[in-house]
């Protein structure tokens, strides 16, 4: 493992991003991977992760032999042994037997036995991204990168390319819900990512096709200023080989910025700015979804259906639908068509069910402008059925809290009812001073801080016909969904 990039906004300021905090300073992300037949048996740690897995399960389906141990048992883990990868509970420097490679996650820490044993053996040892462009390396490449909207915007460009007849690769940050599953893969056919720009791993996958859905201050642990995240956004976009399509939302200020400064590729934008390439003109927003006219770069006027709510998710569709139709070459008609099929991703504003007219609805929000889209979205569905919205939010790391509790306020002011649980640490130890009430105190009293049980019996309390209760969060908050569902149900 080597230090930063020499292409990365790390060499641009003289020193690693991840040195900040001491995240991840241990990858390379400027060379090409190896080949994916080379790799031997290969061994992840954390294997039961969203982005683990998915990297699993393509390497299995390029023939390569898969296992892998993570902390704790799951349904992931199990659907993993039983696709064919050998899995273990917990982490044991015996895992490693028969192992050729192991692949991590920038969470993986030096101590963790596993990984040390890797060291002892003289293992190749490579990121998870790394092992997931070996996987997509020999194919076409389009990659979605964005403070929000990653996930669905994939989601979305795989369903896009899908109805154009397209049968894309993938790799998703989120399960896709008509397909049950976060990867696949096909021989000879585009390969979509979801590109992550948490840990600068995005580097690494030098895509013909690039989507920046927007450029905002995030990852301010591992990256320290937002002038550091820019920079790193823009040798995303300058990893496009040369005659590419860099595709930005004309709407977003950072990524609008970053458009024009991009040279030597093919840049295209997209919003609701007149000078966009693609102009959306009008948008009919309902609760189960939107009707939108947008004229594409072609100068054509086209209808657009999604069976998913937000102006958020038209921003999202249209840069799917210029990846499709601008950087693939997929027909106009047959994009629109799977765009409109698209029933959504596990955890993006995912309805949990109904019980007693009062809806639950779970979503993997933890920034602020996620927070701020969804509860806008949320809002506004509760209040067109004559409802309340009923807001429960679980702050992710305590350095993005102790960042950004300002902006997470502000989002979550337009719901009825707010509740915060106990910071979600992760990977972070917790920082003196640094709990959920940074964000309570700037809500004015509005909101409390309860114990997940607390929670489901405070919104049991409060509920009524018509309410949105909307479980927010990136850490282990999505389990209270089925729970606060269930107790909707026992109430007479």
Known sequence: MTNCSPISFTARHGRCGADVNGIN??????????????????????IGGAGMSAVARLLMARGIPVQGSDA??????????????????????????GADTVVISSAIR?????????????????????ALAATAWDQVRLAVAGANGKTTTTSLLIAALDGAGASPSFASGGELADRGTNADWHADSPFVIEADESDGSFLVYHPHVAAITNVQPDHLDFYGTFDNVRAAYAAFAATVPPGGLVVA???????NALAAQVSDRRVLTYGHALHADLVILESALASTGSTTTFRDPGGVERTMTLAVPGAHNVLNACAAYLCATEGVGAHPDGVIAGLA???GARRRFEVIGEAGGITVVDDYAHN?????????????????RGGRLIAIFQPHLYSRTRDFAEGFAAGLAPAD?????????????????????????RLAGRADVLSPDAAVEWVASIAKPGDVVLTIGAGDITVIAPHILERLGSRR
């Not at 939302?249 to 990524?255: K, R």
Request: glycine residues 8%; negative net charge; hydrophobic residues 40%.
């Open 249 to 255: 939302c004309a709407d977003d200020e950072g990524s």
């Open 25 to 46: 300073d241990r990858f390379d992300f400027s060379g090409v991977p190896p080949r994916v037949e080379d790799l031997g048996t290969v061994h992840l740690i954390a």
């Open 110 to 130: 030096d101590s963790n036995p596993e990984l040390s044993q890797a060291k002892s053996q003289g293992l190749r040892i490579m990121h998870r991204s790394q």
């Open 417 to 441: 009812e707010i509740a915060l649980l106990d910071i979600y640490g992760a990977r972070e130890e917790p920082i003196p001073g640094v709990d959920s009430r940074l964000i309570a105190d």
């Open 341 to 343: 099929r698209f029933a």
């Open 368 to 384: 602020a402008g996620k927070v701020e889209a969804v509860v806008a979205t949320a809002t506004k569905i509760a209040h067109d």
């Open 72 to 97: 704790k048992d799951s349904p992931l883990l199990r659907a993993l042994a039983a696709e064919g990868a050998r899995v273990w509970v917990g982490h044991d420097r015996r895992h490693l037997e």
